[in-house]
């Protein structure tokens, strides 16, 4: 990210289909709780498109 924070993307196959797993480091600036949320939001959307 432009401030150098990292985040990392795993997709691992299981038998459901795939898992994806988000790490990502947090920012000083908002709760962890909320940039969870916003990452989570990503992910929905990502899932939603996914399944099309």
């Known amino acids: 990210m432009d401030d150098n924070r990292k985040a990392t993307v795993t ?19 908002n709760p962890v709780e909320m940039q969870r949320g916003g990452w989570q939001a ?6 939603k498109y996914a399944e099309i």
Request: hydrophobic share 40%.
């Open 42 to 47: 990503i992910s929905d959307s990502f899932k």
């Open 11 to 29: 997709f691992t196959p299981n038998e459901k289909g795939v898992q994806v797993t988000v790490e990502f480091d947090a920012e000083a600036i």
